[in-house]
């Protein structure tokens, strides 16, 4: 406003005086002097020059434009600030010096402490300064940009890093097991370990691909073998994407073995405070997943003209620990799998008696010796079951 209101200023020569050159009568004393000074606005010469380097510094601070750019209104300013001092109102500032140092002629300084003068200079310095405060800031908002742009750049790549150890560790580990090894910095001592109350774990083996593994130069010194096994794993491990079979946790392949268990949960023990029918569901879902390995090598024995036969033995027991898994169970279901017959599925007393609950079928193979484990009395689960009494059941 104070720019503004140069232009509603008289701009004519003061008129001071007659005496003024002669003597000092018309200023008898500085009251007078001013009075006079305020009858002609001359006091609020100073304070525009104030405002005009206000006027510049609020475009180097509140102007967020290119620099370019704001340099040029700077300029801009630059010239028609000096327009208004040299030029327009240029009498003006002359009268208001000699005003000053009216009554001390010979005090009057020199042309570097003139207002006219001074005013100029002191707005081409104000606007190199603020130009260089400008450009250094522009740089820094550069800077800071391309360091934020960097570390958002890397932060992606941590958390694509994240994600894909993730997914691999996840591959190896179940996905609670593996939550607890990204969620926590843990030492290299700490050690995951649980004890669950019931899981079912089942050994699937191929006995035939031993006499079907040859080394020679038909199959590639045995390399067209591996690729055949590598197939029926990877088969197998389509399977356990399916929502299904969400529970079966891979653990392990041991040659053309297979080892999977259910009940693995995040939390153990907490099958305990469910009904027996629920208790027990992820044994009916390790026997499922069992009958899919058994349908997925036929499509694979239809496809590579191969006969392959499944071997299956599962059982269930208590305070296996965790991970990898082993105990009494894990030995348990091993010696069904050794001790088992091809095409067949073969299951332990106790784990006979859960499947019947859930309404699978069965038949008695009567006592076996099982090695380190005395007599055992086996059975194997029919492919074919009658489960609609125990859905209807559970579906109430």
């Given amino acids: 406003m104070a720019v503004f209101n140069m232009f509603f200023l008289d701009n004519a020569v003061i008129a001071f005086p007659s005496i003024l050159n002669s003597s000092n009568a018309s200023f008898p004393n500085s009251s007078n002097q001013t009075r006079w000074c305020i009858q002609n606005n001359c006091f609020f010469l100073p304070y525009f020059i104030y405002s005009c380097i206000l006027g510049l510094i609020s475009c180097s601070v509140f102007l967020r434009i290119n620099y370019e750019l704001k340099m040029v209104i700077m300029l801009i300013a630059l010239v028609g600030y000096n327009v208004i001092l040299l030029h327009t109102h240029g009498p003006m500032l002359d009268d208001y010096s000699k005003f000053m140092y009216a009554m001390a002629p010979l005090r009057r300084p020199g042309i570097l402490k003139d207002l006219k003068t001074m005013g100029s200079i002191s707005l081409f310095i104000f606007f ?29 790549e941590i958390e694509t890093m994240e994600n894909l150890n993730r997914v691999l560790l996840e591959n190896v580990l179940p996905a609670h097991v593996a939550e607890h090894f990204l969620a926590r910095n843990l030492k290299n001592e700490d050690l995951y370990h649980q004890s669950y109350d019931c899981v079912c774990v089942m050994f699937a083996s191929v006995p035939d691909f031993k006499e079907f593994y040859t080394e020679s130069d038909v199959n590639k010194e045995g390399l067209e073998c591996l690729r055949l096994l590598n197939e029926i794993i990877a088969d197998f491990d389509d399977l356990l994407s399916k929502p299904k079979f969400s529970g079966v946790e891979k653990i392990k392949t041991i040659g053309s073995t297979y080892m999977a268990a259910t009940g693995l949960s995040a939390t153990p023990n907490q099958e305990q405070s469910q009904e027996p029918e629920r208790q027990y569901m992820h044994i009916g879902t390790m026997v499922e997943f069992a009958f899919a390995l058994v349908a997925k090598l036929d499509v694979i024995n239809k496809h590579s003209f191969n006969d392959f036969k499944l071997r299956v033995a599962g059982v269930i027991g208590a305070q296996k620990p965790q991970y990898d898994i082993w105990g009494n169970t894990v030995n348990v279901a091993s010696r069904m799998d050794s001790t088992g017959v091809l095409d067949k599925i073969q299951v332990t007393e106790e784990t006979n008696n ?38 209807g059941n559970m579906a109430s």
């Fill in 128 to 156: 190199i300064t603020l130009l260089v405060l400008g450009r250094q800031n522009e740089y820094y908002c550069r800077l800071d940009f391309l360091w934020k742009n960097k570390f958002k750049k890397e932060r992606e």
């Fill in 354 to 391: 859960v499947l019947q609950t859930l309404g699978y079928m069965s038949t008695c193979r009567g006592i076996i010796n099982v090695k380190g484990k005395g007599e055992l009395k086996t059975y194997f689960v029919h492919t074919e079951m009658t489960r609609s009494l125990s859905q």
